[in-house]
T-cell receptor
Framework: ELKVEQNPLFLSMQEGKNYTIYCNYSTTSDRLYWYRQDPGKSLESLFVLLSNGAVKQEGRLMASLDTKARLSTLHITAAVHDLSATYFCAVDPFGGTSYGKLTFGQGTILTVHP | GAVVSQHPSRVICKSGTSVKIECRSLDFQATTMFWYRQFPKQSLMLMATSNEGSKATYEQGVEKDKFLINHASLTLSTLTVTSAHPEDSSFYIC????????????FGQGTRLTVV
């Protein structure tokens, strides 16, 4: 059974600080996704990581994937209040043309304080 | 971009009644769609994989007779929660995988079900 574990589960940050959210998973996969969820809303796709060593950046967020370590990271640079949300990583163990069946981490609730 | 529309976004129903949730891919065909459930302050859990023209595949522990899935066309899957009870109150989210290539399934807006 695939397990996906995020840490930390709760993250309280000051504006302007940097931090990293970690996502570990238990089985071979080279397809990992990061999502943002605001309260009462569905998921917003942030990053799609499809190979070992993949690194993607968008604004203050950067995600990376190490398939050998079965680890992905989401790095936050110079946090701002607007980044406050819940962040999920999700692993797709099938890939190929059978992609889309995701196992999610527990989620990290990020709160950015002034 | 690929759009997946879920309807309704919010529904309140009485205990013992049934409620239907629709998931539509608006600008692409999707032979395969996925249904997830998210309880408050928890993560998303896959309930079932919906396949056009064939029976849905349910995850372990999900009652197929309670959560009826019908995928009657290449752009529409429906989830019917039958004989709903308060413990079925949850956020239901669908996603759709485009038939022509792609690297990620696209999520609908979600449906907040409250059973009273």
């Amino acid at each position: 059974e695939l397990k996906v574990e995020q840490n930390p589960l709760f993250l309280s940050m000051q504006e302007g600080k940097n931090y990293t959210i970690y996502c570990n998973y238990s089985t071979t996969s080279d397809r990992l996704y990061w999502y943002r969820q605001d309260p009462g809303k569905s998921l917003e796709s942030l990053f799609v990581l499809l190979s070992n060593g993949a690194v993607k950046q968008e604004g203050r967020l950067m995600a990376s994937l190490d398939t050998k370590a079965r680890l992905s990271t989401l790095h936050i640079t110079a946090a701002v209040h607007d980044l406050s949300a819940t962040y999920f990583c999700a692993v797709d163990p099938f890939g190929g043309t059978s992609y889309g069946k995701l196992t999610f981490g527990q989620g990290t609730i990020l709160t950015v304080h002034p | 971009g690929a759009v997946v529309s879920q309807h309704p976004s919010r529904v309140i129903c009485k205990s013992g009644t049934s409620v239907k949730i629709e998931c539509r891919s608006l600008d692409f065909q999707a032979t395969t769609m996925f249904w997830y459930r998210q309880f408050p302050k928890q993560s998303l859990m896959l309930m079932a994989t919906s396949n056009e023209g064939s029976k849905a595949t349910y995850e372990q522990g999900v009652e197929k007779d309670k959560f009826l899935i019908n995928h009657a066309s290449l752009t529409l899957s429906t989830l019917t929660v039958t004989s709903a009870h308060p413990e079925d109150s949850s956020f239901y989210i669908c996603s759709a995988r485009a038939d022509r290539g792609g690297t990620e399934a696209f999520f609908g807006q979600g449906t907040r079900l409250t059973v009273v």
